[in-house]
């Protein structure tokens, strides 16, 4: 057990944190305003994606036979987290490299991987999750939206909620039923947005323009082969997608960054001479980096090649924790952060607030934790 | 970066798990409201078990993690200041080691006895001295702390001054108390969950209801953070990471006990069940270096300055 990085892991962060000195505008924290789904940063987006794939740092940390250069969790760890300070410059493609790319080596087809992964390596694609219904959210496995196989397609009907990305996306990762077997009912189908029949609504949110839609399916035809997995194999997938999806957003790097900010915004001001907002910033830094021990005890898992378990339910919860801390610190100690005085700290809590909600609501990974860390007893159903 | 563990804390953690194995359970009938064992320190010291830290290839993580698997037993150990903060000092110094800040001499005394070595740290230095029967004022026979405590009545006109430097025994001091925290909110939290899970109410065990699972939850997270801050602070000795673990750990103490005597109900407060060794130990470590307030201000000054 050391606590280090390695020279390497030390090098890499540095490159990153140059690369992105080099190629961020001059009015980025401002520009970055729009929120990571808005028009504008998911334009930027596809240039940026460009430039790190070019500099080799959009998916360093995938395997060789992918095309990455195998780089271990750790990489990734810090790649991830060097984007989430800077306010996450890769918009929505953030998911193509995190989640979406393995995903697709583990479970897609040749065809399937060859139509998707290389739009994602040239970081041009831009996908959103179809997974949340108007009366499936916590309760995700009581989803509707249905898909029947007729005469080699599939014909989708139903409505989806929530979705990020949607209004931009090239591609949907759609979760359908394919029969009334709850869990074992659900199918991945991956459906072009352009397909006729798709009609999504922005829905406006506090987080930012162009983040969270509503998605209309009306006999929306796709061929059999746009199915991912096997009928019925969704949930074992979507499990697996989650998990690195949960650590796949390094939440507690940009809320212990915001502090920061937060605490030197105060200083200047002469507002950080009292015991108690001291100590309640240390109190939010100490949760902050409780997340972050959490987190990085799960990717240690990954290095030595364990499953990623409940630990991540663990993680995500204490990252849930941090940011909740971070953004009540302040709006009670620097009101005016979020109305005009730091597009960082509104960037943040534009960010942050969503901790507790996306990715599988935090009482969910009590749940998780409650069945699969402590082991308790189920609840009966 | 590489938070499994070695060879050689796996190795040293076992040697302690097959050495502690008599005193893993509390004896029967025993209603003591603490518990200590003269055989089991000895056994600890003979073995070398708290001299780790001077060991080059084990060094301050190797103490941390002894002193969170120490925590664990019912039987209460001096370990975390003579693992963590005695080879700073002197390592020849008598056990047990009380560490005591300057000033705060009202306060109760964890393992003080004749023979003891207290050290006081402050602002005028780090000095200690050997206590005799004289200077010692027993606290109440009945007091809860699952520890033995007692009150310094007098401190020596001449101490031993040690050339050592007050804020780095101090940052021990804290890295010490938040491993044996972490390991103390470990068991606490393994007991309850025994308990909740064989315990039936309403016809079905008390850990199937939602109320108690989302709690015992939320106590794991912390409890899990609160190890890994500890074993970090030991690992990176940075000041601001040694205060940080011991405010996570103190506010996690803060919240889970209350928690666990709630969910075990009458037998939470009864001594027939060990619960309190850890829970009023936990107590009273949260009181341990001016309590989370004063970790809170320290992280701040060596965070923001």
């Not at chain 2, 740290?121 to 606290?139: L, N, R, Y």
């Amino acid at each position: 057990m050391q606590f280090e990085w390695t020279e390497e892991q030390d090098a890499f962060r540095h490159k990153i944190r140059d690369f992105l000195h080099a190629n961020l505008p001059d009015d980025w924290e401002t520009f970055s305003e729009h929120g990571p789904a808005s028009p504008a940063l998911t334009a930027f987006a596809r240039e940026f994606c460009v430039k790190l794939a070019d500099a080799g740092i959009l998916f360093p940390h995938w395997p060789v036979e992918m095309g990455g250069e195998g780089l271990g969790p750790w990489e990734q760890q810090i790649l991830a987290e060097e984007m989430w300070i800077a306010g996450e410059p890769r918009g929505g493609q953030y998911m193509n490299v995190n989640w979406i790319g393995p995903t697709l080596e583990k479970y897609g087809t040749d065809e399937q991987k060859k139509r998707y992964l290389e739009p994602i390596t040239k970081g041009q694609s831009l996908w959103c999750q179809g997974f949340s219904e108007p009366d499936a959210g916590s309760d995700l496995a009581s989803l509707r939206t249905r898909a029947e196989l007729k005469d080699g397609n599939y014909v989708i009907n139903g409505q989806k909620i929530w979705t990020s990305y949607a209004g931009l996306a090239d591609t949907c990762f759609l979760l359908t039923r394919t029969s009334d077997d709850r869990k074992r009912g659900i199918t991945i189908i991956l459906v072009p947005m352009d397909t006729p029949g798709i009609t999504v609504r922005q829905i406006p949110s506090l987080i930012g323009e162009g983040d969270i839609h509503e998605v209309f399916f009306d006999d929306v035809t796709v061929p059999e082969s746009a199915r991912f997995g096997d009928e019925g194999q969704a949930w074992e997938i979507v499990g697996y997608s989650l998990r690195n999806e949960r650590l796949g957003i390094p939440r507690f790097t940009l809320a212990r960054a915001a502090l920061d900010r937060a605490v030197q915004m105060l200083k200047a001001a002469g507002d950080f001479d009292g015991d108690y907002v001291k100590i309640e910033a240390a109190r939010c830094a100490a949760l902050c980096e409780a997340a972050g021990t959490a987190n990085y005890a799960v990717v240690q898992r990954r290095v030595d090649g364990l499953a990623i378990g409940a630990e991540s339910s663990s993680a995500r919860y204490a990252t849930v924790m941090a940011e909740r801390a971070v953004c009540e610190f302040v709006i009670e100690f620097l009101p005016e952060a979020l109305a005009g005085a730091s597009p960082y700290l509104k960037m943040h809590h534009q960010r942050g607030i969503v901790a507790g909600v996306a990715a599988g609501s935090a009482e969910i990974q009590l749940n998780i934790i409650a069945s699969e860390v402590l082991e308790l007893p189920r609840e009966p159903r | 970066m590489q938070l499994s563990l070695n060879e050689d804390q796996t190795q040293v953690l076992d040697f302690i798990d097959s050495l502690a194995k008599p005193y893993a359970t509390v004896p029967m009938h025993d209603v003591s409201l603490a518990l200590e064992s003269a055989e089991l320190d000895e056994a600890l010291v003979e073995n070398g078990f708290l001299d780790v830290m001077a060991v080059e290839e084990l060094g301050p993580v190797m103490a941390a993690l002894v002193i969170e698997k120490l925590a664990r037993l019912p039987f209460a150990v001096e370990a975390a200041a003579s693992a963590m903060v005695r080879p700073l000092i002197d390592p020849e110094l008598p056990r047990p080691l009380c560490l005591m800040e300057e000033g705060k001499a009202r306060k109760p005394l964890r393992f003080l006895r004749p023979g003891a070595t207290v050290v006081v740290v402050g602002p005028s230095g780090v000095k200690s001295f050997i206590t005799t029967e004289d200077m010692i004022a027993p606290a109440q026979e009945d007091t809860l702390y699952g520890y033995p405590v007692a009150f310094l009545t007098s401190q020596p006109d001449s101490m031993t001054s040690h050339d050592v430097d007050v804020a780095e025994i101090t940052r021990a001091w804290r890295v010490a108390m938040a491993a044996e925290a972490a390991g103390l909110l470990g068991a606490a939290l393994a007991s309850t969950v025994t308990y909740v899970s064989e315990r039936k109410q309403f016809g079905r065990p008390l850990a199937t209801f939602q109320g108690m699972r989302h709690r015992l939850a939320e106590d794991q997270v912390m409890t899990n953070t609160a190890y890994w801050m500890a074993m970090r602070a030991a690992g990176t000795g940075s000041q601001a990471d040694a205060a940080m673990a011991l405010h996570h750990a103190q506010e996690a103490a803060k919240r889970v006990c209350y928690d666990y005597h709630q969910f075990l109900g009458g037998m939470g407060m009864t001594l027939e069940h060990p619960l309190h060794l850890w829970t009023y130990r936990l107590k009273l470590l949260t009181a341990e270096l001016g309590g989370r307030g004063a970790q809170g201000l320290a992280a701040a000054e060596a965070l923001w300055g």
